[in-house]
């Protein structure tokens, strides 16, 4: 077969060509999206219990690291801070500091000030803005709920133990050892009741009511055991998605909405998962060990996991259903991990740490 010499193009061919492709990336740009980078703001010691210091402006956000707890400052300043008698019921505002065999407690302010006193027998909590206090009863066969004066709302038994508690604003998502879910108005009357089902052994190993009361969702069962989310319509839930965990829980899973009801948060086996009820999508992030906090940044826009491997801790921060911003491994003993002005508050060892989140 015969062949045929190339014709050699000119040159200025070439640098035209060569223009035009980077005309076209000036004025046609390619949209490569904006890098998430974590920006350390400050990293303060826990003072001492009792002790205060400056904090600028209106925010604040609870922490608990060992056995001391308090409120610290968007700028690093401690509105209060006070050792644990035994467990503390935190909200955003105030806390109730209690003794394992306490049955008289007080509410108290987020700079220590009392509020109310109220008694009871069982175990007090409060919802995360701290506008509602309830008693769980000591046998868990029931929920009283405490008005401003310190007394009785409304008190309500329940035909099984509680196993799980969601509160989100004037409703109360309730579940039970007998495998029911119960929501309940504000004034302890039930609005809806269900039963997922499907397992061999009924329960509930976890609940969670989002912020704008349009779903829930809860972790069911022992063989197998069942991830059921429900949606709002009207005054009644129908179910929005089902799926089989493979976990074996025996105990209350972790599970929460972001703030702003965007996600679901649920553990699972070395692993966290997130839900969107939009897609109806749900992804898993591997762990080290077990997750022992989550919170949502940015206001609900990132998501990160700490989980611990003995004395390791491993704290991971992604955009959900995206990419991972960043990991870090410590070794730590003490861990506490919240959210501080749409930013990162994390507690390692009596020392408090601000990381904010900003696009570059």
Same mark, same amino acid.
């Given at each position: 077969m015969a062949s045929f010499p190339g014709k050699k193009r000119p040159a200025r061919v070439f640098l035209v060509a060569l223009l035009v492709i @980077?005309?076209? $990336?000036i004025f046609f740009p390619y949209p490569l999206?904006? !890098?998430? @980078?974590a920006v350390p703001v400050w990293a303060v010691t826990v003072p001492p219990a009792g002790t205060v210091s400056p904090v600028e402006g209106p925010s604040s956000a609870p922490f608990r690291l060992g056995d001391? $707890?308090? $409120?610290?400052g968007g700028n690093g300043g401690f509105l209060h801070v006070e050792k644990a008698l035994y467990q503390v019921a935190l909200s955003r505002r105030s806390y109730i500091n209690y003794s394992r065999l306490g049955t008289d407690w007080i509410l108290q302010?987020?700079?220590?000030?009392? @509020?109310?006193?109220?008694?009871?027998?069982g175990y007090p909590i409060l919802s995360d803005d701290g506008a509602r206090i309830f008693i769980v009863k000591a046998d868990l066969s029931g929920l009283i709920e405490i008005d401003r004066n310190g007394d009785p709302l409304w008190s309500r038994d329940f035909p099984a133990m509680i196993t799980s508690l969601s509160l989100q604003r004037d409703r109360v998502l309730v579940g039970l050892l007998n495998g029911s879910l119960l929501v309940l108005d504000g004034k302890g009357g039930p609005v809806f009741e269900s039963a997922p089902g499907g397992s061999r052994i009924p329960a509930i190993f976890g609940a969670a009511l989002s912020p704008d009361g349009a779903n829930l969702a809860a972790i069911s069962g022992i063989d197998p055991q069942y991830l059921? @989310?429900?949606h709002r319509g009207g005054a009644s839930y129908s179910e929005l998605a089902r799926a089989s965990l493979g976990t074996d829980f025996r105990r209350e899973a972790r599970m929460r909405f972001s703030v702003d009801s965007r996600y679901l948060f649920l !553990?699972?086996?070395n692993a966290a998962g997130l839900f969107d009820p939009e897609t109806r999508q749900l992804a898993w992030v591997g762990l080290q060990g077990t997750i022992i906090g989550v919170s949502f940044p940015g206001r609900g826009k990132y998501a990160a996991f700490a989980s611990r491997d003995g004395a390791l801790v491993r704290l991971q921060v992604l955009s959900p259903f995206s990419f991972p911003i960043f990991a870090e491994t410590f070794f730590a003993e003490q861990l506490f991990l919240g959210e501080i002005d749409g930013g990162i508050l994390l507690g390692l060892d009596g020392r408090l740490l601000r990381i904010d989140l900003e696009p570059l």
């Open positions: @980077v005309l076209y $990336f999206g904006r !890098e998430i @980078v001391l $707890f308090g $409120f610290a302010d987020d700079q220590g000030g009392r @509020v109310l006193s109220f008694s009871g027998y059921t @989310v429900l !553990e699972g086996r």
